[in-house]
Protein backbone atom coordinates (compact mmCIF):
# COMPACT_ATOMS: atom_id res chain seq x y z
CA UNK A 1 0.00 0.00 0.00
CA UNK A 2 1.38 3.49 -1.23
CA UNK A 3 1.60 5.85 1.91
CA UNK A 4 0.37 9.22 1.89
CA UNK A 5 3.26 11.59 2.61
CA UNK A 6 2.62 14.72 5.06
CA UNK A 7 4.95 17.41 4.93
CA UNK A 8 4.01 19.51 9.16
CA UNK A 9 4.94 22.67 8.58
CA UNK A 10 4.59 24.63 12.45
CA UNK A 11 6.67 26.63 14.39
CA UNK A 12 5.45 25.63 17.98
CA UNK A 13 8.07 22.58 18.94
CA UNK A 14 5.29 20.54 21.40
CA UNK A 15 2.11 21.10 18.91
CA UNK A 16 4.50 20.11 15.94
CA UNK A 17 5.24 17.31 17.71
CA UNK A 18 1.61 16.57 18.80
CA UNK A 19 0.61 16.89 15.28
CA UNK A 20 3.67 14.27 13.51
CA UNK A 21 2.52 11.86 16.49
CA UNK A 22 -1.16 11.99 15.50
CA UNK A 23 -0.10 11.45 11.66
CA UNK A 24 2.32 8.30 12.77
CA UNK A 25 -0.80 6.81 14.35
CA UNK A 26 -1.82 5.78 11.31
CA UNK A 27 -0.16 2.95 8.87
CA UNK A 28 -1.67 4.85 5.48
CA UNK A 29 0.33 7.84 6.33
CA UNK A 30 3.86 8.95 6.16
CA UNK A 31 5.16 11.94 7.73
CA UNK A 32 8.09 12.93 5.31
CA UNK A 33 9.37 16.41 6.62
CA UNK A 34 8.85 19.01 9.46
CA UNK A 35 9.15 22.32 8.81
CA UNK A 36 9.31 25.40 11.26
CA UNK A 37 8.95 28.54 9.22
CA UNK A 38 7.15 29.37 5.90
CA UNK A 39 10.72 29.36 4.07
CA UNK A 40 11.99 26.24 5.31
CA UNK A 41 7.99 25.05 4.41
CA UNK A 42 8.80 25.86 0.75
CA UNK A 43 11.96 24.42 0.58
CA UNK A 44 11.12 21.19 1.33
CA UNK A 45 7.78 20.98 -0.23
CA UNK A 46 10.04 21.59 -3.70
CA UNK A 47 12.00 19.03 -2.82
CA UNK A 48 10.15 16.40 -1.42
CA UNK A 49 6.65 17.27 -3.37
CA UNK A 50 4.69 15.77 -0.92
CA UNK A 51 0.64 14.51 -1.00
CA UNK A 52 0.10 17.53 1.55
CA UNK A 53 1.11 19.90 3.71
CA UNK A 54 -0.16 20.66 7.44
CA UNK A 55 0.48 24.58 7.73
CA UNK A 56 0.25 26.92 10.22
CA UNK A 57 -1.22 30.76 9.38
CA UNK A 58 1.19 32.27 12.31
CA UNK A 59 4.81 31.55 11.08
CA UNK A 60 8.24 33.06 11.53
CA UNK A 61 10.72 34.13 7.90
CA UNK A 62 7.56 33.70 5.63
CA UNK A 63 4.09 33.39 6.81
CA UNK A 64 1.41 30.53 5.98
CA UNK A 65 -0.28 32.52 3.89
CA UNK A 66 2.94 33.82 1.53
CA UNK A 67 4.06 30.33 1.67
CA UNK A 68 0.81 29.11 0.99
CA UNK A 69 0.74 31.69 -2.26
CA UNK A 70 4.68 30.66 -3.57
CA UNK A 71 3.44 26.71 -3.44
CA UNK A 72 0.43 27.05 -5.34
CA UNK A 73 2.07 29.57 -7.47
CA UNK A 74 5.19 27.05 -8.58
CA UNK A 75 4.43 23.62 -7.47
CA UNK A 76 0.42 22.86 -6.37
CA UNK A 77 0.41 21.06 -3.43
CA UNK A 78 -2.96 20.29 -1.35
CA UNK A 79 -2.92 22.26 1.46
CA UNK A 80 -4.50 21.92 4.95
CA UNK A 81 -4.06 24.87 6.82
CA UNK A 82 -4.10 23.62 10.73
CA UNK A 83 -3.93 27.09 12.95
CA UNK A 84 -5.49 28.90 16.23
CA UNK A 85 -8.76 30.95 15.04
CA UNK A 86 -7.45 33.44 17.83
CA UNK A 87 -8.17 36.67 16.36
CA UNK A 88 -9.81 38.75 12.92
CA UNK A 89 -6.72 39.40 11.99
CA UNK A 90 -5.45 35.49 12.20
CA UNK A 91 -8.90 34.67 10.61
CA UNK A 92 -8.56 37.09 7.50
CA UNK A 93 -5.19 35.75 6.80
CA UNK A 94 -7.10 32.29 6.44
CA UNK A 95 -9.64 33.28 4.42
CA UNK A 96 -6.64 34.76 2.36
CA UNK A 97 -4.85 31.49 2.28
CA UNK A 98 -8.07 29.59 1.11
CA UNK A 99 -8.61 32.20 -1.77
CA UNK A 100 -5.08 31.52 -2.77
CA UNK A 101 -5.48 28.24 -3.06
CA UNK A 102 -5.48 26.09 0.70
CA UNK A 103 -8.13 23.51 0.21
CA UNK A 104 -9.50 23.13 3.82
CA UNK A 105 -9.46 24.51 7.48
CA UNK A 106 -8.84 22.65 10.72
CA UNK A 107 -8.28 24.28 14.48
CA UNK A 108 -5.23 23.16 15.71
CA UNK A 109 -5.46 20.69 19.14
CA UNK A 110 -5.50 22.89 22.19
CA UNK A 111 -4.19 20.31 24.15
CA UNK A 112 -7.37 20.01 26.42
CA UNK A 113 -9.27 17.29 24.48
CA UNK A 114 -11.10 15.16 26.15
CA UNK A 115 -11.53 12.29 23.74
CA UNK A 116 -9.58 11.40 20.58
CA UNK A 117 -12.30 13.57 18.61
CA UNK A 118 -10.02 16.11 17.42
CA UNK A 119 -7.26 12.85 16.54
CA UNK A 120 -10.02 11.26 14.14
CA UNK A 121 -10.89 14.64 12.27
CA UNK A 122 -7.46 15.35 11.64
CA UNK A 123 -6.70 12.01 10.13
CA UNK A 124 -9.71 11.66 8.32
CA UNK A 125 -9.52 15.05 6.80
CA UNK A 126 -5.80 14.70 5.84
CA UNK A 127 -6.49 11.71 3.75
CA UNK A 128 -9.54 13.97 2.10
CA UNK A 129 -7.74 16.79 1.09
CA UNK A 130 -4.09 14.70 -0.11
CA UNK A 131 -6.86 13.06 -3.03
CA UNK A 132 -7.76 16.53 -4.15
CA UNK A 133 -6.26 17.40 -7.67
CA UNK A 134 -5.03 21.30 -6.94
CA UNK A 135 -4.37 23.89 -9.60
CA UNK A 136 -1.44 25.99 -10.66
CA UNK A 137 -1.95 29.88 -9.35
CA UNK A 138 -5.30 29.38 -8.81
CA UNK A 139 -6.45 33.20 -8.23
CA UNK A 140 -4.35 33.91 -11.68
CA UNK A 141 -6.50 31.03 -13.25
CA UNK A 142 -9.89 32.48 -11.93
CA UNK A 143 -8.68 36.02 -13.48
CA UNK A 144 -8.09 35.00 -16.51
CA UNK A 145 -11.19 32.90 -16.94
CA UNK A 146 -13.36 36.19 -15.46
CA UNK A 147 -11.68 38.42 -17.63
CA UNK A 148 -12.66 36.10 -20.45
CA UNK A 149 -16.08 37.80 -20.16
CA UNK A 150 -16.84 41.01 -20.67
CA UNK A 151 -18.51 43.21 -18.14
CA UNK A 152 -21.57 43.62 -20.71
CA UNK A 153 -21.51 39.81 -21.58
CA UNK A 154 -24.90 37.84 -21.10
CA UNK A 155 -25.06 34.34 -21.62
CA UNK A 156 -28.05 32.07 -22.77
CA UNK A 157 -29.61 30.67 -20.12
CA UNK A 158 -32.01 27.79 -19.52
CA UNK A 159 -35.45 28.76 -17.79
CA UNK A 160 -38.15 26.82 -17.06
CA UNK A 161 -40.39 29.43 -15.81
CA UNK A 162 -41.25 33.22 -17.08
CA UNK A 163 -41.32 35.38 -14.34
CA UNK A 164 -38.40 37.15 -13.50
CA UNK A 165 -36.03 36.13 -10.32
CA UNK A 166 -36.29 37.64 -6.89
CA UNK A 167 -33.52 36.54 -5.15
CA UNK A 168 -30.16 34.59 -6.02
CA UNK A 169 -29.25 31.50 -3.66
CA UNK A 170 -25.74 30.17 -3.52
CA UNK A 171 -23.92 27.55 -2.11
CA UNK A 172 -20.65 26.15 -1.44
CA UNK A 173 -18.25 24.18 0.41
CA UNK A 174 -14.83 23.21 -0.47
CA UNK A 175 -13.16 25.78 -2.67
CA UNK A 176 -15.96 28.10 -1.84
CA UNK A 177 -14.15 31.22 -0.56
CA UNK A 178 -12.03 31.94 -3.89
CA UNK A 179 -15.24 31.02 -5.95
CA UNK A 180 -17.17 33.58 -4.00
CA UNK A 181 -14.88 36.25 -3.86
CA UNK A 182 -14.34 35.88 -7.69
CA UNK A 183 -18.20 35.89 -8.40
CA UNK A 184 -18.83 38.98 -6.17
CA UNK A 185 -15.84 40.84 -8.10
CA UNK A 186 -18.16 40.34 -11.06
CA UNK A 187 -21.17 42.21 -9.74
CA UNK A 188 -21.74 45.69 -10.12
CA UNK A 189 -22.56 47.79 -6.68
CA UNK A 190 -25.78 48.39 -8.33
CA UNK A 191 -26.92 44.31 -9.09
CA UNK A 192 -30.15 44.30 -7.92
CA UNK A 193 -31.39 40.64 -6.87
CA UNK A 194 -30.50 39.66 -2.97
CA UNK A 195 -28.17 37.24 -2.71
CA UNK A 196 -28.62 34.71 -0.04
CA UNK A 197 -25.47 32.64 0.70
CA UNK A 198 -24.37 29.54 2.39
CA UNK A 199 -20.84 28.11 2.73
CA UNK A 200 -18.91 25.16 4.72
CA UNK A 201 -16.74 26.50 6.83
CA UNK A 202 -15.61 25.65 10.21
CA UNK A 203 -17.66 27.24 12.69
CA UNK A 204 -14.65 28.47 14.88
CA UNK A 205 -13.48 30.08 11.48
CA UNK A 206 -16.42 31.29 10.59
CA UNK A 207 -16.86 34.13 12.59
CA UNK A 208 -15.27 36.58 10.66
CA UNK A 209 -15.80 35.52 7.33
CA UNK A 210 -19.04 38.07 6.40
CA UNK A 211 -17.01 40.52 7.23
CA UNK A 212 -13.94 39.44 5.55
CA UNK A 213 -15.62 38.73 2.40
CA UNK A 214 -17.83 43.07 2.91
CA UNK A 215 -13.96 44.41 2.56
CA UNK A 216 -13.77 42.59 -1.05
CA UNK A 217 -17.36 42.86 -2.43
CA UNK A 218 -18.75 45.49 -4.45
CA UNK A 219 -21.54 44.58 -2.63
CA UNK A 220 -22.16 44.92 1.15
CA UNK A 221 -22.17 41.50 2.93
CA UNK A 222 -23.70 40.28 6.21
CA UNK A 223 -24.93 37.90 8.64
CA UNK A 224 -28.38 37.08 8.43
CA UNK A 225 -30.57 38.01 11.36
CA UNK A 226 -33.30 35.77 12.43
CA UNK A 227 -36.90 37.80 11.14
CA UNK A 228 -35.15 40.45 9.12
CA UNK A 229 -37.01 40.93 5.78
CA UNK A 230 -35.72 39.67 2.53
CA UNK A 231 -34.53 42.92 0.35
CA UNK A 232 -36.29 44.07 -2.06
CA UNK A 233 -34.76 44.52 -5.57
CA UNK A 234 -33.21 47.49 -6.06
CA UNK A 235 -31.48 46.90 -2.28
CA UNK A 236 -29.39 44.24 -2.57
CA UNK A 237 -26.90 42.81 -0.68
CA UNK A 238 -25.62 39.79 0.42
CA UNK A 239 -26.94 38.07 3.18
CA UNK A 240 -24.95 34.63 5.07
CA UNK A 241 -26.16 32.20 7.05
CA UNK A 242 -24.40 32.07 10.28
CA UNK A 243 -21.92 29.75 11.79
CA UNK A 244 -24.31 26.52 13.21
CA UNK A 245 -27.53 28.11 12.00
CA UNK A 246 -30.08 26.80 8.86
CA UNK A 247 -31.08 29.95 6.56
CA UNK A 248 -34.72 29.57 5.41
CA UNK A 249 -36.90 31.95 3.38
CA UNK A 250 -40.29 32.06 4.74
CA UNK A 251 -43.36 34.45 3.96
CA UNK A 252 -40.46 37.02 2.79
CA UNK A 253 -38.51 36.82 6.46
CA UNK A 254 -35.38 35.09 6.88
CA UNK A 255 -35.24 32.50 9.68
CA UNK A 256 -32.56 31.11 11.45
CA UNK A 257 -32.75 27.35 12.88
CA UNK A 258 -31.03 25.31 14.25
CA UNK A 259 -32.78 22.33 13.53
CA UNK A 260 -30.66 19.10 12.80
CA UNK A 261 -28.25 18.67 10.13
CA UNK A 262 -28.18 18.16 6.56
CA UNK A 263 -25.36 15.97 4.91
CA UNK A 264 -24.13 16.88 8.24
CA UNK A 265 -24.09 20.42 7.66
CA UNK A 266 -25.34 23.18 9.37
CA UNK A 267 -26.01 25.15 8.07
CA UNK A 268 -26.99 23.48 4.46
CA UNK A 269 -27.44 24.82 1.36
CA UNK A 270 -30.61 22.25 0.55
CA UNK A 271 -31.96 23.70 3.36
CA UNK A 272 -31.70 27.29 2.09
CA UNK A 273 -32.18 25.94 -1.86
CA UNK A 274 -35.87 24.20 -1.18
CA UNK A 275 -36.98 27.27 1.07
CA UNK A 276 -36.48 29.60 -1.87
CA UNK A 277 -37.99 27.05 -4.54
CA UNK A 278 -41.30 26.96 -2.09
CA UNK A 279 -41.51 30.79 -1.44
CA UNK A 280 -40.67 31.90 -4.56
CA UNK A 281 -40.89 29.25 -7.54
CA UNK A 282 -39.91 30.18 -10.88
CA UNK A 283 -38.86 33.93 -9.01
CA UNK A 284 -36.03 32.05 -7.65
CA UNK A 285 -32.25 31.16 -8.93
CA UNK A 286 -29.98 28.62 -7.34
CA UNK A 287 -26.14 28.27 -8.29
CA UNK A 288 -24.23 25.55 -6.23
CA UNK A 289 -20.40 26.00 -6.15
CA UNK A 290 -17.58 23.88 -5.85
CA UNK A 291 -17.86 21.89 -2.63
CA UNK A 292 -17.24 17.91 -1.31
CA UNK A 293 -20.28 15.67 -0.63
CA UNK A 294 -23.81 16.34 -1.92
CA UNK A 295 -25.08 19.11 0.33
CA UNK A 296 -27.11 21.45 -2.18
CA UNK A 297 -27.77 18.87 -5.16
CA UNK A 298 -31.29 17.84 -4.27
CA UNK A 299 -32.01 22.00 -3.09
CA UNK A 300 -31.13 22.74 -6.47
CA UNK A 301 -33.33 20.03 -7.68
CA UNK A 302 -36.62 21.57 -6.18
CA UNK A 303 -35.74 25.08 -7.49
CA UNK A 304 -35.34 23.97 -10.83
CA UNK A 305 -38.85 21.66 -10.73
CA UNK A 306 -40.39 25.06 -8.96
CA UNK A 307 -39.35 26.69 -12.39
CA UNK A 308 -36.29 28.71 -11.70
CA UNK A 309 -33.02 29.59 -12.74
CA UNK A 310 -30.34 26.97 -11.46
CA UNK A 311 -26.74 26.72 -12.01
CA UNK A 312 -23.87 24.56 -11.10
CA UNK A 313 -19.84 25.11 -11.41
CA UNK A 314 -17.89 22.84 -14.11
CA UNK A 315 -15.41 20.04 -12.99
CA UNK A 316 -13.25 22.31 -14.73
CA UNK A 317 -12.91 25.32 -12.55
CA UNK A 318 -14.17 23.54 -9.04
CA UNK A 319 -11.86 22.83 -6.72
CA UNK A 320 -13.76 19.81 -5.84
CA UNK A 321 -16.68 18.62 -8.19
CA UNK A 322 -18.47 17.04 -5.71
CA UNK A 323 -20.99 18.61 -5.23
CA UNK A 324 -21.83 20.01 -8.58
CA UNK A 325 -21.15 16.57 -10.24
CA UNK A 326 -24.19 15.63 -7.62
CA UNK A 327 -26.56 17.90 -8.90
CA UNK A 328 -25.98 17.35 -12.70
CA UNK A 329 -26.63 13.55 -12.15
CA UNK A 330 -29.77 14.54 -10.95
CA UNK A 331 -30.66 16.62 -13.88
CA UNK A 332 -30.75 20.01 -11.12
CA UNK A 333 -28.88 21.81 -13.01
CA UNK A 334 -30.25 23.73 -16.28
CA UNK A 335 -26.80 25.14 -17.13
CA UNK A 336 -23.43 23.90 -16.00
CA UNK A 337 -20.71 26.98 -16.45
CA UNK A 338 -16.91 28.05 -15.60
CA UNK A 339 -16.20 29.82 -12.49
CA UNK A 340 -15.49 32.85 -15.26
CA UNK A 341 -19.19 32.79 -16.27
CA UNK A 342 -20.95 32.78 -13.44
CA UNK A 343 -21.05 36.42 -12.27
CA UNK A 344 -22.03 37.34 -15.86
CA UNK A 345 -24.85 35.14 -16.06
CA UNK A 346 -26.44 36.41 -12.47
CA UNK A 347 -25.82 39.61 -14.59
CA UNK A 348 -28.28 38.82 -17.40
CA UNK A 349 -30.89 37.11 -14.61
CA UNK A 350 -30.53 40.46 -13.03
CA UNK A 351 -31.29 41.92 -16.03
CA UNK A 352 -34.47 40.16 -16.91
CA UNK A 353 -35.49 40.95 -13.29
CA UNK A 354 -34.98 44.44 -14.05
CA UNK A 355 -36.93 44.46 -17.33
CA UNK A 356 -39.45 42.33 -14.70
CA UNK A 357 -40.00 45.01 -12.46
CA UNK A 358 -40.28 47.92 -14.58
CA UNK A 359 -43.05 46.02 -16.61
Given at each position: MTRIRV?????????????????????????????????????????LRPDIVTLDMVLPVMSGLAATEYIMAHFPTPILIVSASMNRGELFKTYE?????????????????????????????????????????VRAKLRASAM???????????????????????????GGPAAIVEILRGLPPTFPLPILLVIH??????????????????LRVACARDGEPLPPIG???????????????????????HDPERHSCRPSVDVLFESVARELGDRSSACLLTGMGRDGA?????????????????????????????????GAAAS???????????????AQADIGGSG
Open positions: LVVEDSVSVRKRLVEVLRSDDALEVVGEAADGKEAIALCQSALAAGAVDVLEKPTGEEVDDAWEREFLATVKLVSRIKVITHSFAPGTTLPLSRAGSSASQVVAIGASTIGESFAAAFADWLDGLSPKARVIMAPPDRHLVLRQGVLRLSAGLLEVRRAGGTTIAQDEATSVVFGMPQEAIRLVLPLGAIAPALRAIA
